[in-house]
């Protein structure tokens, strides 16, 4: 199979950081176009039989672009997998919405759980059973042809929390059908970008990595709603 090449933007010894594009998953499944088979080519020494580690260390939905962090052996995915568990990593997004949050600056607290098809998330204002809570804070970056960018900062980590979260305040991110957006951007695409990365890397350097944000990010002439 034969496989785009990674957008790298940083490099360790034992890491990689890339810009990850919308539109394809994270994991590899099957012979299906994804970060993990294409890094396994990129990757792959010349003459080897031996397939390339991939180490995953998170995840971002297909429909999501930005920052991405991989491993090239294991030790280092087990060193990483220890930094994000320990909350020593922050994530910065950027999100284009249809309509506003209530204000320019503030924070969102709901309490989430998944659907029972395990394929969407469910929020809550209030506590219910099986939800955790869910924290992120945001900052209005902009206003462009009638949408919002904001600058979203996650203070937990739950599954589609930031989609789920804007979604339940009335700003659903833009071609996100899943959580009520009404507008269309590109195939597979929504209005979400990882745009910073930090985290402290396994050779103990403080690590703060930007991921360049597609193009219309700052076009909003490429936004429109059916």
């Not at 080519?41 to 580690?53: A, D, G, M, N, Y």
């Not at 284009?96 to 969102?108: I, R, S």
Request: aromatic fraction near 8%; hydrophobic fraction near 40%.
């Amino acid at each position: 199979m034969e496989a785009n090449p990674l957008d790298v933007i940083m490099e360790g010894p034992r890491w990689v950081v890339i810009n990850k594009p919308a539109g394809i998953a994270t994991e590899k499944h099957f012979n299906y176009d994804t970060i993990e088979a294409r890094a396994q080519v990129q990757w792959k020494r010349p003459k080897s039989t031996k397939e390339p580690f991939v180490g995953i260390v998170h995840r971002l939905d297909r429909p999501v672009s930005g920052a991405l962090l991989l491993a090239r052996n294991k030790s280092t995915l087990r060193l990483l997998n220890t930094t994000f568990a320990e909350k020593k990593v922050s994530k910065t997004y950027w999100a284009l919405t249809d309509n506003p949050l209530p204000n320019e600056v503030g924070k969102l607290k709901h309490y989430l759980a998944r659907n029972h098809s395990g394929r969407r998330a469910i929020a809550s204002t209030r506590p219910v059973p099986g939800a955790k809570e869910s924290l992120l804070a945001y900052r209005l970056l902009r206003k462009q042809s009638g949408r919002y960018l904001y600058e979203v900062k996650p203070i937990t980590g739950r599954f589609h929390q930031i989609r789920v979260q804007l979604a339940t305040a009335g700003a659903p991110i833009c071609g996100d059908a899943v959580y009520g957006s009404q507008s269309i951007l590109q195939p597979h695409c929504i209005g979400l970008h990882a745009y910073e990365l930090r985290f402290p890397s396994p050779e103990g350097d403080q690590v703060a990595v930007v991921a360049p944000p597609p193009q219309w990010f700052n076009d909003g002439a490429v936004i429109f709603t059916p």
